[in-house]
């Protein structure tokens, strides 16, 4: 990670640095601080609850749905051998490992039996095979092991953690010589969201309340060592996934500590540079993927910080990654150019912004608006720290990209900014146009009203992009919309079976894969999880 | 394993016992002796030498031989997503754990990979397609195992134990986003096989050189923590392998100490009737194969018990064992009719011979033989347990089934032994007979000739049958017979590749499989080791 080089020459030490780096003398206690906060798991022993069947509906999302046929004794009692196959249904979405034993049911086992087990979050991974692949993500994502095994009555426990509610059990092979049964099934669910969650108020429409639920499960299956952004894909903390979790977590489990293990982990992760990683890993070592930057993700670390201190009060965190803050924003000021509006062509820099998957949106105008948006909660946060003198000139430039933004991006005839060479209509741009504060409520709610019933405009994609759309509408006084907006879009997919929120979302397309493959799609995703945060925090809104 | 239930009724123990068990006070003793005479096993690092293809050549042992083409380099520091299948080869026959190194070679690996391992004994185990599997043993003995794997850098060890020259290697899945190289690939290789062997004669013909040093590699891999039928499968103690076995190893590695455990195993685990189990298991804890019965291997404990005690003076287990050798015996001879022939209807009972593979034999004179060879065998052992008045009717009962089998199953005229109600002429009737020491040498090699030469005559299928001939062959002082048998036989094998020695081989059909699935076949089988021993035991014979 650190490109310092010491190289000893005849008593003489040269050092040699490729790139200094701005966090030298802080990264070893971050991680320290880290690694200290990691929170310990809660481990929850579950056992499946019945047998089911696959059947093809193509009512169903993605055309599957699943029936109960039996109870687990109907796998327990009998030959494998017999039965061949089964599908276990745990009930809930689970996080962690699966044990199970092997019984002898009638001579002594005299080979191995080869087994090969599927595990899937929505019914479709059981019915779509996995080969020949043809997806974009790694093959190795697609939960199927097969196992070799010659250990029986012992209990047996496979080494790969699983994200889960359906678990597939095929017989692949087995001696003629004996039989045996399947028995003991469990799983060891493992979560580090502890706390208890306020119950809703008894007037909150149920499908709000199962909404929340779904929510809730959403994020305490994300909640493991770090904030996962999903437990079956890609197991890691990515920046722009933990903004939206740590908010549920204040209005939900309130693991602070998770929070400020995460802050400090990307912290010490940071490039050398000081520019912040998208995402990084726990093991065997934490380490970031290197040279993977996401400038509206690393921006939105100052927000997240922001928010943990107004939550905890923990001042001691904040001034100590208050560098990283600053840098955040130092980097992506320099890409402004002489009016005031960022433009990526400033800098001969590779430049990577997600806002959302829909590749034909036009970031400019909402990278504006998040950069905006970051300079005033970093304003707020250097206000809570006493370090206004350290970033003076913050707010003015925060004013000075409104007022350049309204002049060159806003269309006052319509009311709505557009974006880039195309001038392209997007809700992505009034929606972090909105958060930035640049419109006021009524305008907030004209330019998003035209966004949204325009026919060419972009719409977003992601659950991720909808947080944001709600988050503008609330900040609009869009009330019921937002209600609406929520209902339609969660409760959709609620509707559709979904025990946990997924990664890809769109009503109208079950098979969206921005993976050319659905069943590799995250159906646990912490992106997906913010209703709850919205429900708690809003409840006059969301609660009656 | 003893059927005697206690149980306590109102303070009062009834005791029941379903049958009594013989071996009561031994059995624990026993099985400590065989737990303290367990070797520790050598462990040899083994790198793979370079890197093969396969050729399909009509010409060679199943239809394919394998063609280096690079060495381990090319597979170590090169792109393994671009080179997507490797087979390395080891050069030899191995028993062992296998590990690994997955390095990323650009950027951070941010996905699983999913890889095939296949580990072959023979290029057509790597050629023939495993499914759909339409072999009768269990699928799952055949070594090929997918991984999932999310560790780069350490050392990866797949946990099941492989038997192999060949690792095929295929790449099933990789994230798009990193690449990889697969590096240091050892076998962590193991064997009980510690001392060394013999050098031959300068005047052993080379062919016999090949053929003794592919017999010591054969029993080497077989050797573990007990003399193993075959490392690949099916990986435990079978009397009738172990009887050879010891037999090799006392003419070269000399490991008395793993003869001793195997014969306290079987006899620990004996039934409670004290008739042997044709087979044990060492794990999870010392068990056998319950009610698998074979009578010509029970009576083999008896032969293997004397060569042991020959071989090291061990009086102590020797009396030890005593009550196994009685027990035997007396249930064999329960089988006699009143002629004094061997007749499996005396007994209401099932009855598993084995003596070869082949369905056609008719076993009954075999059976006859072999009963004689383990009285005769049995009286020596009372002799240097200075036991014979226990047994004083045996050598009387011996030569009542000699004369019988004359009168009852022998034709002068052709000077052979005809078995069972078809009159079978078998080769294997009259090798069991000449190893009784119902004929002369030269009633033998008449016989033995008269049964080889006939085109009718049941021929001998396994190799372990083979070793009953050539054994008959020397005693009848068929020398030259013997050699060109050992040299045509045995030396097929070499001719056509083998590495270590197979369970399965007939000259005449390469695709030969007791299983209906020839890649299942064991090619590193204990029962074809033994030219070793002849070669060592009889110098005369095959040193020059």
Known sequence: MKKTLLILLTGLFIVTTSARDVYQTQRHSWLEKAEAAKPVLLKTICNPICLLKSVHDSNAFQGWKMERIADMDSLYKVSFKTK??????????LTGNISFRLKAIDNTPDAPVRLKFTFAEVPAELNTPFDPYPGVLSRAWLQDEIM?????????????????????????????????????????????AIGITQKLADTTPPVIKEINRVSLETLKECMQSVYEDGPKRDRRLWIGDFYLQSQVNTYSFKNHNLTKRCLYLLAALAADDGQLHADVFETPIPHPQLGVHCLDYSLLFNSTLLEYLKTTNDKETALDLWPVVQNQVKYALGFLNGNNIFDPSVKKESLWLFFDWNDKLDKTVAMQGLLIFTLNNSCQLARLLNKEQEVKEWATISLQMIKAAKKEM????????????????????????????????????????????????????????????????IK????????????????????????????????????????SFYPVNSYCHAWSCTPAYFIQKYPDIFQK
């Open 148 to 192: 070799t095994i010659s250990q029986f009555d012992d209990e047996i426990t496979i080494p790969r953690r699983f994200a889960f509610r359906y678990m597939k059990i095929e017989l692949l092979g087995a001696s003629p010589y004996f039989d045996f049964s399947i028995s003991g099934i469990t799983c060891t669910a493992t979560t580090s």
């Open 410 to 473: 806003f269309v006052p005839k319509q009311g709505v900014f557009l974006s880039g060479n195309q001038h392209q209509l997007s809700q992505l741009s009034q929606v972090w146009m909105i958060l930035s504060g640049a419109l006021t409520p009524s305008e907030g709610q004209k330019a998003l009203k035209v966004a949204i019933e325009s026919p060419i405009s972009i719409y977003p994609v992601a659950p991720y992009a909808y947080h944001y759309l709600i988050e503008a509408m």
């Open 476 to 515: 609009c006084n869009m009330k019921n919309e937002a209600k609406k907006l929520l209902i339609d879009y969660w409760g959709g997919m609620v509707n559709k079976g979904a025990d946990t929120f997924w990664e890809v979302y769109d009503a109208k397309n079950d098979y969206l894969s921005p993976y």
């Open 84 to 93: 061949k196959e089964a599908i276990a249904d745990f009930g809930r979405h």
